[in-house]
């Protein structure tokens, strides 16, 4: 039980153009997901918090205009990331928590974005 | 601030015991995970400390003080494909926030 699936895993894209990335929870549902990011040698990176129904909460330095999130259900939680540019490329990593209120986080597989 | 320090890289034999140790400074407390990632690959628990003291699983071990803002996970036997990075995360904001350390790329040799 508990998994997370990421779509896609990988995705190569152009300067100037968006990006949906989609978290799933496959058999539990998740009031609370979470977007990382992770960048080469480096550790995860905390972005934002998802809320299920209400606007996502985003760490300092992270600015919600270009990456946007949605939560709309309970097993899903998307990030777009627009007007993507070279720097944004990066490993980008979702977990999911169960509404049982468990304090473990089911983190997805990740997805590689490029932007060229 | 949050700050969680952990060595950069290890090296162990095939067979023996490695400690990594986390350090960690932070605002508030709600457990300590220890996770491991395979490169380009997400990360798998390991083990959740919140009391102090030691939790066993298997070959894998995890001791917390909270006093003193330390915890360290204990590979035995170790294997070619332990060869990993492990990240030691503290949980913090209420139990909602995951902070992660540096991370502690490790090798396993023959």
């Known amino acids: 039980g508990a998994v997370v699936s990421q779509h896609p895993s990988w995705v190569i894209c152009k300067s100037g153009t968006s990006v949906k990335i989609e978290c799933r929870s496959l058999?539990?549902?998740?009031?609370?997901m979470f977007w990382y990011r992770q960048f080469p040698k480096q550790s995860l990176m905390l972005m934002a918090t998802s809320n299920e129904g209400s606007k996502a909460t985003y760490e300092q330095g992270v600015e919600k205009d270009k990456f946007l999130i949605n939560h709309a259900s309970l097993t899903l939680s998307t990030l777009t990331v627009t007007s993507a540019h070279p720097e944004d490329s990066s490993f980008y990593i979702c977990?999911?928590?169960?509404?049982?209120?468990?304090?473990?986080?089911?983190f997805g597989p990740g997805t590689r974005l490029t932007v060229t | 601030g949050q700050n969680i320090d952990q060595p950069t890289e290890m090296t162990a034999t095939e067979g023996a015991i490695v400690q990594i140790n986390c350090t960690y400074q932070t605002s508030g407390f709600n457990g300590l995970f220890w996770y491991q990632q395979h490169a380009g690959e997400a990360p798998t628990f390991l083990s959740y400390?919140?009391?102090?003291g030691l939790e066993e699983k298997g070959r894998f071990s995890s001791f917390l003080s909270r006093s003193k803002g330390y915890s360290y996970l204990l590979l035995k036997e170790l294997q070619m494909k332990d060869s990993a990075s492990y990240l030691c995360?503290?949980?913090?904001?209420?139990?909602?926030?995951?902070?992660f350390g540096t991370g502690t790329q490790l090798k396993v040799e023959l």
């Open positions: 977990s999911a928590r169960d509404v049982a209120g468990e304090r473990e986080q089911y």
């Open positions: 995360a503290v949980l913090t904001g209420g139990g909602n926030k995951l902070t």
């Open positions: 058999d539990f549902q998740a009031t609370t």
């Open positions: 400390n919140v009391l102090d």
